[in-house]
């Protein structure tokens, strides 16, 4: 009885940070931790999915200062050893984790990787914040038995934590060579809305008015 009471009491505590700050007349904040996809690589931050989910949720009525903490390149590991500041700096609502493309392109283990992802949730969770995970994709040249079991680790996670699951960010112009950067892999400014009209209908679910 007494531990089920201390656990309980650390559990409160945990969330207690993200629930003062929505409470105090303050907008919610929307912590993105994300790779160059959500960093807006070689484009204007102002034209990447990011700053027009920003707008998106305004122009709708839904109250959210959405951080944008993504960095090209960025690894699960990079990822997990920055999120802990980043929770005690802006003490999210909504945590949005997009992880593991560096991961998958780098080639490297797939367990590894999906023990940072469960880290990263876990820190979330424990701070109060709601969770989303996005799924992820490799190109087929990995080979069948990696890639799959790459693209199956975000649902694992996200139906094992109970999150949302949001749908690959590149699913909508993925066919369509003209909607890339020259490098093939990073969007056009003219293609951001696209992304986020793809991602809209999951993440609306986790916003408040």
Known sequence: ????????????????????????????????????????????????WVALLQQRLSDRGYRAQVINASVSGETTSGGLARLPALLARHQPQVVLIELGGNDGLRALPIKIMRQ??????????????????????????????????????????????DIALVPFLLAPIATDRDAFQADGIHPLATSEPKVLDAIWPALEKLATR
């Open 116 to 161: 940072n992802l469960q880290r990263l949730v876990d820190l979330s969770r424990q701070a109060g914040a709601r969770t989303a995970i996005f799924q992820m994709q490799l190109p087929p040249n990995y080979g069948p038995t990696y890639v799959t079991e790459f693209a199956d680790s975000y649902p694992l996670l996200a139906k094992r934590n």
């Open 1 to 48: 009885m007494l531990k089920r009471f201390l656990f309980c009491v650390l559990l409160l505590g945990c969330a207690i940070p993200a629930l003062a700050t929505a409470a105090d007349g303050k907008p919610p904040v929307w912590l993105v931790l994300g790779d160059s996809l959500s960093a807006a690589y070689g484009i204007p931050q102002s034209q990447g």
